[in-house]
């Protein structure tokens, strides 16, 4: 399992700006995700839940919703980094998302971070991590995000 890194302070969080985070574990893709996410959103479209149809489309197979993949990030982040002595961790948005390359069923994801940003709010920080998803075997990222967290004490 990964290491995260921890901040036992945000003052430490604060100094770290521009440091890597290292990797996430590896995350397998199965069609049961795939489907899940397009019942819990209401996107069925072929390409990602018509395995028949989609063996003859573009990707040869069927491929995860990008924000699915966006919404995995909740998995990997803690992976990378882990901020001691707050009160609450709240994500607060993302300022850019792409996705690059598609993420094609039974693929395995794992993502790397870099602190961007810290600044000061009311009660704590803000955090801006460049989110940087990768496919096993890929030449392209299939997403990269700027996630914005917030920290209250």
Excluded at 22 to 41: M, N, P, V
């Amino acid at each position: 399992m990964a290491e995260p890194r921890v901040f036992a302070s945000l003052d430490e969080l604060k100094s770290a700006v521009g440091e890597e985070l290292g990797h996430s574990d590896w995350l397998e893709i199965d069609q049961k995700r795939i489907d899940l996410f397009a019942e819990a959103t209401g996107d069925h479209q072929w390409i990602h839940v018509d395995p028949e149809k989609a063996a003859a489309g573009p990707f040869g197979t069927t491929i995860a919703h990008g924000y699915l993949t966006l919404s995995l990030l909740p998995v990997f982040v803690p992976q990378l980094m882990r901020v001691e002595g707050v009160r609450m961790g709240i994500n607060y948005g993302s300022n850019k998302v792409r996705f690059p390359s598609p993420v094609p069923v039974g693929s395995r994801l794992r993502a790397t971070g870099r602190i961007a940003e810290v600044s000061e709010v009311t009660g704590g920080v803000q955090l801006t991590a460049v989110v940087t998803v990768e496919r096993e075997g890929g030449d392209k990222p299939v997403c990269v995000a700027e996630a914005v967290t917030r920290f209250y004490l």
